[in-house]
């Protein structure tokens, strides 16, 4: 795109360029001729000024490339926690697990879990916004963010309804999986991607505690957390896998602008001219 400000002194026209020009007409005495021609030797001896603009910080981008390697980890979380629903010895080990936590916990319930779940995916968005360096801009870790969520809720409650499993402390038939566990993972995972593996470390012990506080109240066995935290983290990187895609569908993909400004003096016409031109 490139447009051109004339002012012309004496009525002279001048040439029209690339694709735009707006001309701006005006009739000059002899001191504002004076002084226009002062102005131009400034603007002439100033050379053409050049800027690159990075299109929101995408110089610093890492998109997370989809590999089956990234699968390993999550897909055994999620088979080991199925394994969970229907063999008697991994029924057995629940039990017990249960019946420790019944001990620890006696009457004493506490409900945290209900609202820490989501502190690791408000981290994930917030940390950036207090100067911690992170690997994308806010709207892409919004969108990031919002394709996890869609995909963790579909994968968890899809689950939820078709395994019907039994909750430990009702006749609710929604235990398996986790879904606090999974938003807790899901945020914990989204954080490591963004910040990098030291943020990430303290969110994933975050999550931890979420999951153990879930077998703690008595809401969910043990293999419903494990399953629960397998189904976050693939989320998670569902939502990083389909970043570019979302960058490219919504103009986001553009690389990098560039800004020219061009000052020209017509000494025969006495008159002044700028052309800006932009690249994007």
Same mark, same amino acid.
């Given at each position: 795109?490139?447009?051109? *400000? ?32 002062? *102005? ?49 010895y991994a029924h057995r *080990? ?51 963010? *919002? ?112 800004v020219a400004a061009l ?18």
């Open positions: 795109m490139q447009f051109s *400000l004339f002012a012309p002194l004496r009525g002279q026209s001048f040439p029209q360029r690339v694709f735009e020009h707006v001309c701006l007409s005006t009739c000059v005495r002899s001191v504002f001729s004076r002084v226009a021609v002062c *102005l131009a030797v400034v603007c002439m001896a100033v050379p053409s000024v050049a800027v690159r603009i990075p299109a929101d910080s995408l110089s610093h981008c890492r998109d997370a490339a989809f590999s089956l390697r990234q699968l390993v980890v999550p897909g055994a979380l999620v088979v080991t926690g199925s394994v969970g629903v229907c063999n008697g *080990l629940r039990g017990d697990v249960r019946k420790d936590m019944a001990k620890m916990r006696g009457t004493c319930y506490m409900h945290a879990d209900d609202y820490l779940q989501y502190l690791p995916t408000a981290a994930h968005v917030g940390l950036g916004a207090v100067g911690v360096p992170s690997r994308h801009p806010f709207r892409e870790r919004a969108a990031a963010q *919002l394709t996890a969520w869609t995909a963790m809720a579909v994968m968890v409650n899809v689950t939820k309804v078709s395994v019907r499993e039994p909750r430990p402390d009702s006749r609710a038939r929604n235990s398996f999986p986790s879904g606090h566990t999974a938003t807790a993972f899901m945020g914990a995972e989204l954080v490591r991607e963004e910040y990098g593996n030291a943020w990430g470390a303290g969110a994933y012990a975050f999550a931890t505690g979420i999951a153990l506080l879930r077998l703690y109240n008595d809401r969910h066995w043990t293999n419903d957390v494990v399953a629960g935290a397998g189904f976050g983290i693939l989320a998670a990187r569902v939502g990083y896998w389909l970043l570019p895609l979302e960058r490219r569908l919504l103009g986001w993909n553009k690389g990098t602008a560039a000052p020209a003096y017509d000494a025969t016409g006495c008159g002044l001219c700028l052309t800006v031109a932009a690249a994007f």
